[in-house]
Nanobody, 120 residues
Framework: QVRLVESGGGLVQAGGSLRLSCAAS????????MGWYRQASGKQRELVAT???????NYSESVKGRFTISRDNNKNMVYLQMNSLKPEDTGVYYC??????????????WGQGTQVTVSS
C-alpha cells in the first residue's frame, strides 16, 4: 500500500505563486510515475503534470511555461511549482502515484487533495 500526503495549497492572488509538495510512503517501487491532477468545482479531474523516476515530464497545455514539476527520489517527494497563477487554476490538487509490479500488477494511488484558490 502507498500513502500520499499533499501540502502547500492556499489562497493567492492572480499572478502569484504557490508550491505544492507531496510525500509518498509505503511500498514504492523503484520505477514509478508521480503527478498532479486537479479538479475544479463541477468539473472532471484533469491532468496537470507528471514526472517519472527518470525525470521525464509531461504537462497539460494549460500550465506549460507556468508550472514546473520536480521530484526527489531519495525522499519520495514530488513538487509542483506554480507561477503566474490564474483564477482558472483554482481547484483541488491531487497527488498521484502509478507503478507496476510483475507480481502484484498495477498500482494507482491518490492523496486526499489540497485546495488551491486563485482570486482575481
Amino acid at each position: 500500500q502507498v500513502r500520499l500526503v499533499e501540502s502547500g495549497g492556499g489562497l493567492v492572488q492572480a499572478g502569484g505563486s504557490l508550491r505544492l509538495s507531496c510525500a509518498a510512503s509505503g511500498s514504492i517501487y523503484s520505477r514509478n510515475t508521480m503527478g498532479w491532477y486537479r479538479q475544479a468545482s463541477g468539473k472532471q479531474r484533469e491532468l496537470v503534470a507528471t514526472i517519472t523516476t527518470s525525470s521525464s515530464t509531461n504537462y497539460s497545455e494549460s500550465v506549460k511555461g507556468r508550472f514546473t514539476i520536480s521530484r526527489d527520489n531519495n525522499k519520495n517527494m514530488v513538487y509542483l511549482q506554480m507561477n503566474s497563477l490564474k483564477p482558472e487554476d483554482t481547484g483541488v490538487y491531487y497527488c498521484n502515484l502509478k507503478q507496476f509490479s510483475a507480481i502484484y500488477g498495477p498500482g494507482d494511488y491518490w492523496g486526499q487533495g489540497t485546495q488551491v484558490t486563485v482570486s482575481s
